[in-house]
């Protein structure tokens, strides 16, 4: 998969993008993240990307020209499919498993991530863009969003977590019914006079499963309550 990014600070993504997943990701060719800095596609000499907004208010608006410019130019690049358009803004569609699961299918993506207070709507209107928001809270750029598509569509390539695949049994996803996880232990069976749970050292399997879907259903019910309506846990 190849995931353009296109941003005023490429150097964010550094970090992100030469640790971990990614990095191994990246290692094994599954993943090729290409950084395009938009002041590349600027003409004046001060590499302007923003301006005040038509009919005044706050804040500065992110210009029209270098991002349709940039955008162009990137679908362009053959022998790669034009891809999905990203723009990481506040008013988008929530990011979520779902979502991460269908970008995850996709060969090609582009994030278009703004800073500033807004962007010049004909961005949209040119380049049709699906709005991606990843919650409701306000950050100061689209930088941090777009590290979070990465991040959850990247661990579910075939083979970047190994063949294990713990992607598919987890939060949020079906085979763990729609439940938050169950509480887990490790060695030492007792660490500052806590024990680990008995039933967990007592070899019995089937108990296990029951008392770990039992604490996945608790938990649930105490801190998502809203995972539990409208589906088979309901009544649980
Ligand atoms: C004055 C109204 N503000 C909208 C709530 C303007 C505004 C604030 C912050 C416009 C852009 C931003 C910067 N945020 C993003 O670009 C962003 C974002 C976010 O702030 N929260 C959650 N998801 C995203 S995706 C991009």
Known sequence: MRVDVV???????????SQSILRIA????????????????TLDRHRTVDDRPFGGGPGMVMKAEPVVKAVRDLRAQAP???GRLLLMCPQGRVFDQAYAQELAREPRLILLCARYEGYDERIVELLKP???SIGDYVLTGGELPAMVVLDAVT??????????ASAVS???????????????????????GLKVPEILLSGDHAKIEAW???????????????????????DA
């Open 7 to 17: 941003t005023i600070f490429p150097p964010m993504f550094e970090g992100v993008i």
């Open 26 to 41: 990246r290692e094994k060719g599954t993943l090729d993240v290409v950084l395009t800095d938009l002041r590349e596609y």
């Open 80 to 82: 790669e499919p034009p």
């Open 130 to 132: 699906e709005r991606v």
């Open 155 to 164: 661990r579910l390539q075939p083979g970047v977590l190994g063949d294990d």
């Open 170 to 192: 987890e939060s949020f996803s079906p085979a763990n019914e729609g439940l938050l996880e169950y509480p887990q232990y490790t060695r030492p069976a007792e660490f500052e």
């Open 212 to 234: 770990r879907r039992e604490q996945a259903l608790e938990r649930t019910r105490a801190q998502r309550p809203d995972l539990l309506e409208g589906t088979e846990n309901q």
